[in-house]
């Protein structure tokens, strides 16, 4: 379990590095978020509370 605030804050940074680029990274506004709660300008609540108001996007089949 991770202790402190600067501790989660270190991860979710190391988290979007490592997946840079992978099928698993961040979308841009998932990223933009994350990056906000690493500089501290949100917190965890409030990038996931942002992240369940977003629409989901739709999919089209051709």
Excluded: W
Excluded at 30 to 58: F, H, M, N, W
């Amino acid at each position: 379990m991770i202790d402190s605030e600067a501790e989660r804050r270190r991860v979710v940074c190391a988290c979007l590095n490592v997946t840079k680029g992978t099928a698993i990274a961040a979308d841009f506004y998932e990223r933009r978020l994350l990056v906000q709660y690493v500089k501290g300008a949100l917190t965890i609540e409030q990038v996931c509370s942002l992240l369940d108001r977003r629409p989901l996007p739709t999919i089209v089949f051709v």
